[in-house]
């Protein structure tokens, strides 16, 4: 499977001029809307999962997980805003994951170098998958866990 293409370099300098393209645009690769934006738009978010898929094994085995408990938060009986909050929970891992792996992807960019900061920068990213997955827990716990027991047991 091949990587996905890169997207366009960013300006350079944080400030930068306004496109004469397009003024009062920060950046040259930015869009001013309308279907085409949309479609741009659509296109870098199925070539960032896609990405994710290729490269990141966490985000691999969350959405592996994600592919189970969504439909099983959907066949549970159970009124649908516990069904949301079921696969809500499940949606922000993967959302936490992504964001984490930017965060990640931008640090190594900078530098390779080990920095303290770089290093804080990164487990924080970890903390917040971290929180995202005992939050999803929780709600599976809470939630799912006394309708799935008496399921289990005919109680």
Not at 106 to 112: E, F, H, M, Q, T
Request: some cysteine; charged content about 15%; hydrophobic content about 50%.
């Amino acid at each position: 499977m091949s990587l996905p293409p890169e997207l366009p370099p960013s300006s350079s300098s944080s400030q930068a001029e306004p496109s004469s393209a397009n003024p009062g645009v920060e950046s040259p690769f930015k869009s001013s809307g309308g279907l085409r934006r949309i479609l741009n738009a659509l296109r870098y978010s199925l070539r960032g999962l896609a990405f994710a898929w290729q490269v990141e094994s966490a985000f691999r085995q969350e959405l592996s997980l994600a592919l189970i408990l969504t439909p099983t938060a959907l066949l549970l009986p159970l009124p649908a805003m516990r069904q949301l909050a079921l696969v809500a929970s499940v949606i922000l891992v993967l959302i936490i994951e992504l964001i984490n792996s930017s965060i990640e992807s931008a640090v190594d960019r900078i530098s390779l170098d080990p920095h303290r900061l770089s290093g804080r920068a990164k487990d924080f990213g970890s903390a917040a998958v971290f929180l995202a997955l005992m939050q999803c827990a929780l709600a599976w716990v809470l939630i799912a866990g006394p309708v799935i027991w008496r399921l289990m047991t005919g109680a």
